[in-house]
């Protein structure tokens, strides 16, 4: 039983040190994908850089005004015994402003 636990904690930190990982990545990508975006760049390019980094994202992209926003979001499963928790979704945004229209 004790050999079962600790398995199953390093199973656990080893999936959210993934999950803190990949946060970062798409925090990245949303970053790139927003700087092509302001360049003026179509949305191909833009999603392009953003898979580029987190492939099988999801990628938004909103004009509002004189901004840019491009929000990315990955949903992640866990390995293994630990997919009975349920898959997690992770997302990030970032702003710019519009370089094209200046």
Do not use: C, K, N, Y
Not at 30 to 57: F, K, L, Y
Not at 81 to 87: C, D, E, I, Q, Y
């Amino acid at each position: 039983m004790g050999l079962f636990a600790i398995v199953f904690a390093v199973l656990m930190a080893a999936w959210f040190a993934g999950l803190l990982l990949s946060q970062l990545a798409i925090g990245e990508a949303a970053r790139a994908a927003v700087r092509v975006a302001a360049r003026g760049d179509d949305a191909a390019t833009v999603v392009a850089e953003a898979h580029r980094i987190v492939p099988q994202s999801e990628v938004f992209i909103d004009h509002q005004g004189s901004e840019i926003h491009v929000e990315v979001s990955r949903t992640l499963s866990p390995p293994g015994v630990l997919v009975g928790l349920g898959s997690v979704r992770l997302h990030a945004s970032s702003f710019a402003a519009d370089e094209a229209q200046s």
